[in-house]
């Protein structure tokens, strides 16, 4: 397995090793903010309007927070319309605050990750080469390979199954909610892989308290 990411990056409260050798980070494309949070715990003046804006479109001014119906409002709101309720609830999981029992979102984890859903929705655009609205499996093989995964024929021939297959047979191609959970998971699992394989050699040795921890909230259903 080669080590050559380039993804959009997932919060550091997930587990991120980030180090000052660090080759990429979120991506502001209206300028990296300095401080994303006022001391009140909402937006900063230096937050782009978009994310303030729907945020506050989706009721998040109210209690602080987004849950699962209103982080579908707000990204509904920024043009990110028809993502499942399985992916919105597998965001939530990946971005809500580390000491919060809920999931839900405050407006740091929010602006991540709204930043880092621009980054996925110009990858997919980039990789939807007959603009379908879809990504088959070679495109999405080519988009992995660009982000610097390249993955052993076994695992893409898994992802195609699991991904690519209706459970009729029948062959399937990826909307982009679909997309961003298959590319956060890969990255992900590489990511927490990394830090059992300081080497970069594609071999780790791991417990198996280690292996389930850190395995199954990917295979955990969010349906």
């Not at 991506?27 to 804006?53: C, K, W």
């Not at 029992?101 to 602006?111: H, I, V, W």
């Amino acid at each position: 397995m080669a080590y050559a990411p380039s993804a959009p990056e997932l919060p550091e409260s997930f587990g991120q090793q980030v180090d000052e050798e660090a080759r990429y980070t979120y991506a502001y494309p209206y300028g990296q903010p300095t401080n994303q949070l006022g001391s009140s715990g909402m937006f900063s003046p230096e937050t782009h309007p978009d994310i303030v804006r729907s945020f506050e479109s989706a009721g998040g001014n109210r209690s602080g927070f987004l849950d699962e119906s209103e982080l579908r409002h707000a990204l509904s709101f920024s043009g990110y319309e028809g993502i499942s309720n399985r992916t919105i609830r597998f965001l939530l999981f990946i971005y809500k605050s580390p000491g919060e029992s809920l999931l839900r979102l405050g407006p740091k984890e929010y602006a991540e990750l709204w930043n880092c859903l621009a980054q996925w929705r110009a990858m997919f655009d980039r990789y939807d080469r007959d603009r379908s609205g879809k990504m088959n499996a070679l495109e999405l093989r080519d988009a992995f390979y660009h982000l610097g995964y390249m993955l052993p024929t076994s695992v893409l021939q898994l992802i195609n199954l699991s991904q690519f297959d209706d459970g009729t047979g029948n062959t399937v191609d990826l909307c982009f909610d679909r997309f961003l959970e298959c590319g956060m998971t890969v990255k992900s699992l590489t990511e927490k892989f990394k830090e059992k394989d300081p080497g970069y050699t594609g071999y780790a040795t791991l417990s198996y308290d280690a292996f389930m921890s850190m395995v199954i909230p990917f295979i955990t259903s969010y349906d």
